[in-house]
């Protein structure tokens, strides 16, 4: 799971990565043989390689277009893109208040003309808020604004939900009312943090768990996220 992606490492914090950073991650993969997917290829397999991954980068930033385009272009990875559909065109300004400089997020064009055998676009909700604050009623009607603007300008998107801050209700009915919510939704995937692997056939394809790079990750410590998830050491 990435967000950011800056150009030079002294602007990296917790959730953004340099375009360094991010080119030895991206070498690491290629190099080691692992293979990238969309989600959309996932619905229709039984069974993936052991070294299968799916790079997921939040919020549709502008320098995910210029940073992050281009790598995945040159080594030839795939990745999902989810999408904050109110800010589509303005700032990621929900993050105003943890003192982060704001980031531009892509145009409608800019989104239209990402190569989709490259990128597959998703959902991250239309308001990014924390679903675990909202109603059933709040939750549908933010899928209905989310609706309105893929049907406004036609955009091709993947109904794979990357929860906003990863949060969602976790226990009990209130878990089970999310998941019903999200299925009646038309959402095939649901994708949480967890910061360990999956297995797949996914056990809980509304609780899909993702691992946390962050900026100052080295290689090392990337590639033992790889393969086990999140280190306590770390
Ligand atoms: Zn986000």
């Known amino acids: 799971m990435y967000h ?7 602007d990296c914090n917790k959730l953004t990565v340099s375009v360094q950073n991010l080119e030895r991650q991206f070498q690491y993969l290629k190099d080691n043989n692992y293979k990238t997917f969309h ?24 320098n995910q277009l210029v940073y992050a385009l ?77 609706e309105e603007i893929i049907g406004n300008y036609n955009l091709d998107v993947f109904p794979a939900l990357a929860y906003p801050y990863g949060n969602y209700p ?7 009312n999310f ?7 038309k959402m095939k995937f649901g994708l949480k ?7 797949f056939p996914f056990k809980d394809k509304y609780e899909i768990k993702r691992i946390d790079i962050k900026g100052l990750d080295n290689l090392i410590v990337f590639k033992l996220k790889v393969r086990f998830g999140k280190l306590k050491l770390f």
């Open 70 to 146: 281009p790598l995945l272009e040159k080594y030839k990875l795939k990745a999902s893109f989810f999408i904050p559909f109110q800010y589509i065109g303005k700032t990621d300004s929900w993050q105003k208040k943890t003192g982060e400089p704001e980031q531009k997020i892509m145009t409608i064009e800019q989104l239209k003309e990402l190569p989709r055998h490259i990128i597959e676009l998703g959902y991250h909700s239309y308001a990014h808020n924390r679903y675990q604050t909202l109603s059933k009623s709040e939750i549908e009607n933010d899928f209905l604004k989310c």
């Open 4 to 10: 950011n992606v800056c150009q030079s490492a002294s």
């Open 193 to 199: 943090i967890g910061n360990r692997p999956n297995t």
């Open 179 to 185: 998941k019903t919510t999200i299925n009646e939704n």
């Open 39 to 62: 989600f959309s290829e996932l619905e229709k397999m039984e069974a993936i390689p052991q070294k299968s991954i799916i790079l997921t980068f939040d919020d549709v930033t502008e």
């Open 170 to 176: 976790k226990e009990g009915s209130e878990n089970a």
